[in-house]
C-alpha cells in the first residue's frame, strides 16, 4: 500500500524556503545580515531550521519576518507555519494586544486647561480696562490720540509692502529634479514589483536598506556619490540627475551601482 504524501511534506521548511529565496535573489549570507542586523550565525541557524540562538518565540519571529521582507518573500505564511510548528500561536497575541494598549495610552489626547486660559483672558482684560481709566483721567486729547493710534500697533508686521514681497517657488512639473549644480541626485523606483535597494553616501554612510514594494520610489542626494545595490535590477528605474536611464538590469538581477555630479553613467 503506498501512502501519499501530506501538504506539509510538500512545502518547504521555513528556513528552507528563506534560502531558497536570498540563493534565488542573489544575496549572499553577508548582505542579508546587513540588510536585516540579523548576526551572520543566526541567520545560517535559522536557514537550517534551527531557531534556538533567536532567544526565543517572539525574537524569531521577528527575525524571520525581516528574513522574508529582505528576500522578496511575504512573511505572514511563514510566521504561521512556524507558529504551527512550534505550538506557540498564543504569544504574539498577547504581545500584539499590550503593544495595542501602549499605543492607545500613548496617543490619548491631553484635555485643554480652559480654567488658565480663562484666568489669563480676564488679567488681559482687567489690565487694558485699568489702562483706558488711566490713560483717561489725562485728558480727552490723550485718549483719542490713544484710540487712532492702536490700529498701527495691532497691525500685523506678518505684512510686508507689495514691491518687497519675496515671490513663492512653483512647483515643478517634472517628477524627476535634476541635481542642484555640484551634487548628483538618485532617484529609484519599484514600478515592475519588488526589489530590495541598498544606498550610501561619498562617506559610506546607510541612506536606505529596505524593500521597495511596487510603486514605491526613493530619493537621494550628495554632494561627491551615491552608491547603489539593487536586488531584482528589472522591476527598478533609475533616474540620475533627471535623467531617465531605464530598467537598472534585468529581471532577479543583483547590480552595484556608482553615480557622481555629472553622470548620467553607471560608475
Known amino acids: 500500500m503506498t501512502i501519499g504524501n501530506s501538504p506539509s511534506e510538500d512545502r518547504p521548511s521555513v528556513g528552507r524556503a528563506l534560502a531558497q529565496a536570498r540563493i534565488a535573489s542573489g544575496l549572499t549570507v553577508d548582505e542579508v545580515s546587513t540588510a536585516t542586523r540579523v548576526r551572520v550565525p543566526i541567520v545560517q541557524s535559522i536557514e537550517q531550521d534551527d531557531f534556538s540562538r533567536c532567544g526565543g518565540d517572539v525574537y524569531a519571529r521577528g527575525h524571520i519576518r525581516s528574513l522574508a521582507r529582505a528576500v522578496g518573500l511575504d512573511p505572514e505564511p511563514l510566521i504561521e ?9 498564543e504569544l504574539p497575541i498577547k504581545v500584539a494586544q499590550v503593544y495595542e494598549a501602549e499605543r492607545i495610552r500613548s496617543v490619548e489626547p491631553r484635555r485643554p486647561n480652559w480654567t488658565a486660559a480663562m484666568i489669563a483672558a480676564i488679567v488681559v482684560v482687567l489690565g487694558f480696562v485699568g489702562f483706558t481709566v488711566f490713560s483717561g483721567s489725562g485728558g480727552g486729547n490723550s485718549t483719542a490720540k490713544s484710540a487712532t493710534s492702536s490700529p498701527t500697533v495691532t497691525t500685523s508686521p506678518s505684512r510686508t509692502p507689495q514691491g518687497n514681497e519675496v515671490p513663492k517657488p512653483q ?15 538618485v532617484k529609484v523606483s519599484a514600478e515592475g514589483g519588488t526589489s530590495w535597494i541598498q544606498a550610501t553616501d561619498s562617506n559610506g554612510k546607510m541612506l536606505f536598506q529596505d524593500s521597495l514594494k511596487k510603486g514605491q520610489s ?7 556619490k551615491i552608491k547603489l545595490v539593487v536586488g531584482n535590477a528589472g522591476a527598478v528605474q533609475l533616474f540620475v540627475n533627471g535623467k531617465d536611464l531605464g530598467a537598472a ?19
Do not use: C, M
Open 249 to 267: 538590469g534585468s529581471d532577479g538581477q543583483v547590480v552595484r551601482l556608482t553615480y557622481t555630479p555629472g553622470d548620467p553613467t553607471q560608475g
Open 218 to 224: 526613493k530619493t537621494w542626494t550628495d554632494d561627491k
Open 171 to 185: 512647483p515643478s512639473n517634472s517628477a524627476i529634479a535634476a541635481a542642484p549644480p555640484g551634487k548628483v541626485t
Open 81 to 89: 507555519q512556524y507558529a504551527a510548528e512550534h505550538e506557540s500561536a
